[in-house]
């Protein structure tokens, strides 16, 4: 894959930029439940870095096919770092740093829309494609350990609000990396149209019959926002750890023990599950991954939970990249910016959809429970799929 000029400075973009991501994450944890002592506060905050990526996705999804899609991944990084600048002034009120996250997660749409748009022009042929995921998940989620573990132990040195202006220069750098790694493109479209709200609200509803009126591409998607559901943990780290007397040195752990497990599994299934194989265990991956959160909620040891919540991880991603992959190369090119667009909000909304539910129930019960909850909940969504016309039409495709 690293042969390929390209794809190295997508990977190298999206990988500053999750750095930067996941350290402002941890401090937005720890500067929100430090101000507030309330798991459902930081709960909130934290779904906020994910819940907004929907209605960016619906509303801003066509952008990826409209205008030429590098330009539109340099923009969108620049603006997102004017944005994140403010939210690192010390002090700053929950109701002016709720807003401008929102802002944040949004402008992502039309970058993750452009992005995936553009691997299939990239990486040329469908095994290619696969093993392109395969390594965007691997280092991903490597780079989220990283921004996770040594973000819990930078935060004992350096205020929460350098490493949320850290975030901001992240963005700057993806977008130079972008901009200089990536060739010049026309718009799939031939650039906007003159149809003003019009035409919008069609360029929207395309890109959502795309998705929903194609059987494989509707069970595809939805079991993408299903393993979403599965990140909700991390944001209940630190309520957790203080549960079990922990203390502040196992957040960061806890936080990184479901990429590192992403990590596993996206090597397992790459190298060692049947090409054959990959689609049709999508849905039964996605199933199991709520096991060991269940279990998780019944034992007292840190360790314990970092192996589970691992697994999961693993358990996750064996079901994400084919299903991503699969996605992607059904996608006609014309929509395939909207259509893709629409698949990965939806991916980081259901994320903070089930992180926001995580924290009402960790608030009104014990984290512990909320997780637990987290699972069972993901697990009998993956059976109603299982059940559904929707995956067994994917079963006899992939068959």
Same mark, same amino acid.
């Given at each position: 894959?690293?042969?390929?000029?390209?794809?190295?400075?997508?990977?190298?973009?999206?990988?500053?930029?999750?750095?930067?991501?996941?350290?402002?994450?941890?401090?937005?944890?720890?500067?929100?439940?430090?101000?507030?002592?309330? &798991?459902?506060?930081?709960?909130?905050?934290?779904?906020?870095?994910?819940?907004? *990526?929907?209605?960016?996705?619906?509303?801003?999804?066509?952008?990826?096919?409209? $205008?030429?899609?590098?330009?539109?991944?340099?923009?969108?990084?620049?603006?997102?770092?004017?944005?994140?600048?403010?939210?690192? +002034?010390?002090?700053?009120?929950?109701?002016?740093?709720?807003?401008?996250?929102?802002?944040?997660?949004?402008?992502? !749409?039309?970058?993750?829309? *452009?992005? =995936?748009?553009?691997?299939?022009?990239?990486?040329?042929?469908?095994?290619?494609?696969?093993?392109?995921?395969?390594?965007?998940?691997?280092?991903?989620?490597?780079?989220?350990?990283?921004?996770?573990?040594?973000?819990?132990?930078?935060?004992?040195?350096?205020?929460?609000?350098?490493?949320?202006?850290?975030?901001?220069?992240?963005?700057? $750098?993806?977008?130079?990396?972008?901009? $200089?790694?990536?060739?010049?493109?026309?718009?799939?479209?031939?650039?906007?149209?003159? @149809?003003?709200?019009?035409?919008?609200?069609?360029?929207?509803?395309?890109?959502?019959?795309?998705?929903?009126?194609?059987?494989?591409?509707?069970?595809? !998607?939805?079991?993408?926002?299903?393993?979403?559901?599965?990140?909700?943990?991390?944001?209940?780290?630190?309520?957790?750890?203080?549960?079990?007397? *922990?203390?502040?040195?196992?957040? =960061?752990?806890?936080?990184?023990?479901?990429?590192?497990?992403?990590?596993?599994?996206?090597? +397992?299934?790459?190298?060692?599950?049947?090409?054959?194989?990959?689609?049709?265990?999508?849905?039964?991956?996605?199933?199991?991954?709520?096991?060991?959160?269940?279990?998780?909620?019944?034992?007292?040891? +840190?360790?314990?939970?970092?192996?589970?919540?691992?697994?999961? @991880?693993?358990?996750?991603?064996?079901?994400?990249?084919?299903?991503? !992959?699969?996605?992607?190369?059904?996608?006609?090119?014309?929509?395939?910016?909207?259509?893709?667009?629409?698949?990965?909000?939806?991916?980081?909304?259901?994320?903070?959809?089930?992180?926001?539910?995580?924290?009402?129930?960790?608030?009104?019960?014990?984290?512990?429970?909320?997780?637990?909850?987290?699972? &069972?909940?993901?697990?009998?969504?993956?059976?109603?799929?299982?059940?559904?016309? @929707? &995956?067994?039409?994917?079963?006899?495709?992939?068959?």
């Amino acid at each position: 894959m690293f042969r390929v000029p390209e794809f190295r400075a997508l990977w190298a973009a999206e990988l500053v930029s999750i750095c930067g991501d996941q350290l402002a994450r941890v401090a937005f944890s720890v500067l929100v439940y430090g101000r507030t002592g309330s &798991a459902a506060w930081a709960a909130v905050v934290y779904a906020l870095t994910f819940l907004p *990526a929907l209605l960016g996705g619906v509303l801003l999804g066509w952008v990826a096919d409209r $205008f030429r899609r590098r330009e539109v991944m340099v923009v969108s990084d620049v603006a997102r770092a004017l944005l994140v600048v403010p939210l690192a +002034v010390p002090g700053i009120p929950l109701a002016l740093l709720c807003p401008l996250l929102v802002l944040v997660v949004v402008l992502a !749409a039309p970058h993750s829309a *452009a992005q =995936g748009a553009l691997l299939p022009e990239v990486l040329r042929g469908e095994s290619a494609l696969e093993r392109g995921f395969a390594v965007r998940q691997i280092t991903n989620q490597t780079a989220q350990i990283v921004g996770f573990a040594l973000g819990g132990a930078l935060l004992v040195w350096i205020d929460p609000s350098v490493a949320i202006l850290a975030n901001a220069g992240t963005f700057l $750098f993806s977008a130079l990396l972008v901009r $200089f790694g990536v060739r010049a493109r026309p718009a799939p479209t031939g650039g906007p149209t003159d @149809g003003g709200l019009g035409a919008w609200v069609r360029d929207i509803g395309e890109g959502a019959r795309t998705v929903f009126a194609h059987p494989r591409l509707r069970t595809l !998607a939805l079991a993408v926002w299903l393993v979403g559901c599965y990140v909700a943990p991390e944001a209940l780290a630190a309520p957790l750890s203080d549960e079990l007397g *922990a203390g502040p040195a196992a957040v =960061g752990l806890l936080m990184a023990a479901d990429p590192a497990g992403s990590v596993l599994g996206a090597i +397992v299934v790459s190298r060692w599950v049947p090409e054959a194989w990959r689609e049709r265990m999508i849905i039964p991956f996605a199933l199991l991954a709520g096991v060991p959160l269940v279990a998780s909620a019944f034992t007292p040891w +840190v360790w314990t939970v970092v192996v589970l919540w691992a697994l999961t @991880g693993a358990l996750c991603t064996a079901a994400l990249v084919p299903a991503q !992959a699969s996605f992607v190369r059904t996608c006609p090119e014309p929509v395939r910016g909207r259509a893709t667009g629409l698949a990965a909000s939806g991916l980081i909304a259901a994320q903070g959809l089930a992180i926001l539910v995580c924290g009402l129930v960790a608030e009104a019960s014990t984290s512990a429970i909320a997780v637990a909850v987290c699972g &069972a909940g993901g697990l009998v969504l993956a059976a109603m799929l299982m059940l559904t016309r @929707g &995956a067994r039409s994917t079963v006899a495709v992939s068959a």
